[in-house]
């Protein structure tokens, strides 16, 4: 197993776990981003995104995407947007691989605090990462506005 950073060329097979972590979740046609969007928001002059990918015999069987984020009560944080282990490369360590790598980049970066999501129907992840010391956060509700809702509201609540 070999852990590194993503590269351009790597977009492709990041695409392909993405999109396999949204069959997961149960909304396989939720992806709406393209090899090139990859490309151009990790890789330009000021990226959105940095990732790190797993390969196994030189086939990239797992990723872990971050980005930083900014708390006015920790300062700089880290997001872990995704981490994503093929299926049948499940229960190798390879995802502990990549956990552990986002963890050692918070520490090199000196964040406060690295912050993930995870669906409360996927017990594994949750046992997982409390196992590894992280904190599930019940209490908290994730808010989100889609494309449809930002447009609903633009265009019917911020009539003058």
Do not use: C
């Amino acid at each position: 197993m070999n852990i590194r950073k993503g590269t351009p060329q790597d977009m492709k097979a990041v695409l392909g776990l993405i999109q396999e972590l949204a069959e997961f979740e149960k909304e396989p046609d939720a992806v709406l981003i393209t090899v090139d969007d990859l490309i151009r928001d990790g890789f330009e002059s000021n990226p959105l995104f940095h990732v790190f990918v797993a390969e196994v015999e030189e086939e990239i069987v797992g990723i872990a995407l971050y980005y930083y984020r900014y708390s006015t009560w920790k300062g700089k944080t880290i997001h872990l947007e995704d981490l994503v282990v093929k299926d049948k490369m499940r229960g190798t360590g390879l995802g502990y691989a990549l956990y552990s790598e986002i963890i050692k980049q918070g520490k090199k970066d000196n964040v406060r605090r690295i912050e993930w999501n995870v669906l409360d129907w996927n017990t594994p992840a949750i046992a997982f990462y409390e196992k590894s010391g992280a904190k599930i956060l019940d209490e908290w509700r994730v808010a989100q506005m889609d494309e449809a809702a930002i447009n609903y509201f633009v265009e019917n609540k911020l009539k003058n």
